[in-house]
């Protein structure tokens, strides 16, 4: 079945104080010249049926009303399976 | 008054919050968030906790439950809602105040006596309270980091919407050090910190929280028709 990934970021302007804490254990563990963490989420919805642009409409609907933020997070949507391949819908 | 408290699953504050509005001499009606009316009510309050785990976003999935729905449309209509942390939250979620809260600065949980300044003492829940008033109220939270665009928070101080400030010590990395905002109409308020938790001697940080309780009562001259 295929399945349509949403990622959820929290926007760049938004302090991510989990992100800092990871960047900030890196260098602790040996791992250096990341300057940057910024942590996020994704959501992996498996589809019944064929992933339409109907489908893709009511996932952007789905990131925008509940999945995400908008006030402090960004999403994307993408297809991982089928024959559509990579779909971009960034916003 | 009657007051009306929500039980989310996973709310831990909606006890305390019944004995505050029962000790600034409410009657206190406990809602359930399946409930598909308000009982009621003359105010609701939205209480602190965990709601549905935190799962997803505090106050997330806790927004499009059936009793939100109802507190929602009778905002609208000016019933007084107070949102209390996790309470704050569900209201940013529901879009019924702006901005919203995100993991403290610091990255630790926060628990303390916090003294705030009272900004507005005009809305719903603040009127016992006179502008500049200083009081001191539990603080404790995970996520209580108020954060909106600028243009949100200079339209917020603009129209004397920021309800509250900390003093002192920004605890949780709130822009401009703000703990709570209301609406347009002033009836509803969003509150980080806890007065339901101050409001008797015996327990807790004194008594400073009780007047966000006996707020309502300069509102009984509106009575119940209004919100009916």
Known sequence: ?91 | MKVGVVTFPGSLDDADAQRAAQLAGHDVVPLWHGDHDLGGVDAVVLPGGFSYGDYLRCGAISRFSPVMTEVIEAAGKGLPVLGICNGFQILCESHLLPGALIRNDHQKFVCRDQRLRIENASTAWTSAYSEGQEITIVLKNGEGGFVADNDTLDRLEGEGRVVARYLDHNPNGSLRDIAGITNERGNVVGLMPHPEHAVEELTGAGTDGLGFFTSLAGLVALTASTFA
Not at chain 1, 7 to 14: A, L, N, R, T
Not at chain 1, 76 to 82: E, R
């Open chain 1, 1 to 91: 079945m295929p399945k349509v990934v949403v990622d959820v970021m929290p926007k760049p302007e938004i302090l991510d104080p989990q992100g800092k804490a990871v960047q900030g254990a890196l260098p602790r563990l040996g791992f250096s010249g990341v300057v940057d963490v910024r942590q996020g989420k994704r959501f992996e919805l498996e589809i019944d049926g064929e992933v339409t642009d109907e489908v893709l409409a009511q996932v952007h609907e789905m990131a925008e009303k509940l999945l995400s933020n908008p006030v402090i997070e960004n999403f994307a949507v993408s297809v991982l399976d089928g024959d559509r391949g990579a779909e971009d819908g960034a916003r």
